[in-house]
Nanobody
Framework: QVQLVESGGGLVQAGGSLRLSCAAS????????MGWFRQAPGKEREFVAA????????FYAGSVKGRFTISRDNDKNTAYLQMNGLKPEDTAVYYC???????????????????WGQGTQVTVSS
C-alpha cells in the first residue's frame, strides 16, 4: 500500500520560512519523480515544483522560483520543499505527489501523477 505523508506545515509570518517533508512508503521511491502542488481556498490545484527520479533535475512554477527549493533523499524515501520568503498568497494546502518515471506528460500536469498525499496546511500571515 502506497502512502505519501506530508508534514511541516503551519502558520508563519510573511517573509518567513517553512520546510515541508513528504515521507513515502510502499513504493520504490527512487523510481518516481516527485512533485509538490498546492490548492488555495476557492482555487484549483496548481503546480509548485517537481524533481526527477534520476538526475535530480528540478522544475518550478514561476511564482515560487527563486524562493522555494525542492529536493529528495532517496535513502530516506523523502522529498522536501524548502520555502523561503513566504508571502500571504502562498497560503494553501500543499500536496506531494509521486509519478512513475516512465509516465508521460508534463511535470506540472497533476493528472500525470500516480499517488498523492493528504496535504499539509501552510498559512502565511501579513
Amino acid at each position: 500500500q502506497v502512502q505519501l505523508v506530508e508534514s511541516g506545515g503551519g502558520l508563519v509570518q510573511a517573509g518567513g520560512s517553512l520546510r515541508l517533508s513528504c515521507a513515502a512508503s510502499g513504493l520504490t521511491f527512487s523510481s518516481y519523480n516527485m512533485g509538490w502542488f498546492r490548492q488555495a481556498p476557492g482555487k484549483e490545484r496548481e503546480f509548485v515544483a517537481a524533481i526527477r527520479w534520476s538526475s535530480g533535475s528540478t522544475f518550478y512554477a514561476g511564482s515560487v522560483k527563486g524562493r522555494f527549493t525542492i529536493s529528495r533523499d532517496n535513502d530516506k524515501n523523502t522529498a522536501y520543499l524548502q520555502m523561503n520568503g513566504l508571502k500571504p498568497e502562498d497560503t494553501a494546502v500543499y500536496y506531494c505527489a509521486a509519478r512513475l518515471y516512465i509516465n508521460g506528460g508534463s511535470y506540472d500536469d497533476s493528472k500525470a501523477y500516480n499517488y498523492w498525499g493528504q496535504g499539509t496546511q501552510v498559512t502565511v500571515s501579513s
